[in-house]
């Protein structure tokens, strides 16, 4: 069955920090990847996706992320974070069945001033 | 647009009762996901509904069932609720795109339920 793991569960950070998180899958076929954030009170909203094409992703708030196929992986990056960032990210993954997304555990980011 | 909408968004129930949630996707939008929630277990995919027909199913027992209507608007029902039934229910909705290119989904707030 199709997995995605999520290493880091818990991250805490200063403002102005470099974030990365790291994001692997199971499948080997065909993949959709995204990554999700769950501000606090909010519903998930989409940071960014990856369909084909160019493997470095950009997506809203400065956030990117990169697929490297070889590995596995899709992990979220930004340079510099900031208090905002405060949140749940979710790496999900399509393989096959339509829309049916397969999340990660997710990862608690808080970003202290 | 409006995003996705759900009702209730809290709920409370006791053991052996059955509940019924809804969600309302964006307009033009023909594709509903539902997703589970919780702590221990994460999101989990429930099922996905498209033009009224249940495309795909997740690992949840019988008593976990849906329905969508001709207006792309969805229901799940839980019957004989269990304790461990208690969780926030998502729904998505995504324009329902072939099978070759994925859509991408888009969430509502979800609906918290409570069982006692």
């Known amino acids: 069955a199709q997995s995605v793991s999520q290493h880091n569960h818990h991250v805490i950070l200063s403002e102005a920090a470099s974030l990365e998180l790291g994001c692997n899958y199971s499948y080997g076929g065909t993949v959709n990847l995204f990554w999700y954030v769950q501000y606090p009170g909010q519903h998930l909203q989409l940071l960014l996706k990856y369909f084909s094409g160019d493997p470095l992703v950009k997506g809203i708030k400065g956030f990117e992320a990169e697929f490297i196929k070889s590995k596995f992986s899709f992990n979220l990056r930004k340079p510099s974070v900031q208090w905002s960032d405060t949140a749940e990210y979710f790496c999900?993954?399509?393989?096959?069945?339509?829309?049916?997304?397969?999340f990660g555990a997710g990862t608690r980011l808080a970003v202290h001033p | 647009k409006a995003g996705v909408t759900q009702t209730p968004r809290y709920l409370i129930k006791t053991r052996g009762q059955q509940v019924t949630l809804s969600c309302s996707p964006i307009s033009g939008h023909r594709s509903v996901s539902w997703y589970q929630q919780t702590p221990g277990q994460g999101l989990q995919f429930l099922f996905e509904?498209?033009?009224?027909?249940?495309?795909n199913k997740g690992n949840f027992p019988g008593r976990f069932s849906g329905r969508q209507f001709s207006n792309s608007r969805s229901e799940m029902n839980v019957s004989t609720l269990e304790l461990g039934d208690s969780a926030l229910y998502l729904c998505a909705s995504s324009q329902g795109l072939a099978r070759a290119t994925a859509d991408t989904q888009y969430f509502g707030p979800g609906t918290r339920l409570t069982v006692l």
């Open positions: 509904y498209f033009s009224e027909t249940q495309r």
């Open positions: 999900a993954v399509v393989s096959g069945g339509y829309n049916k997304l397969i």
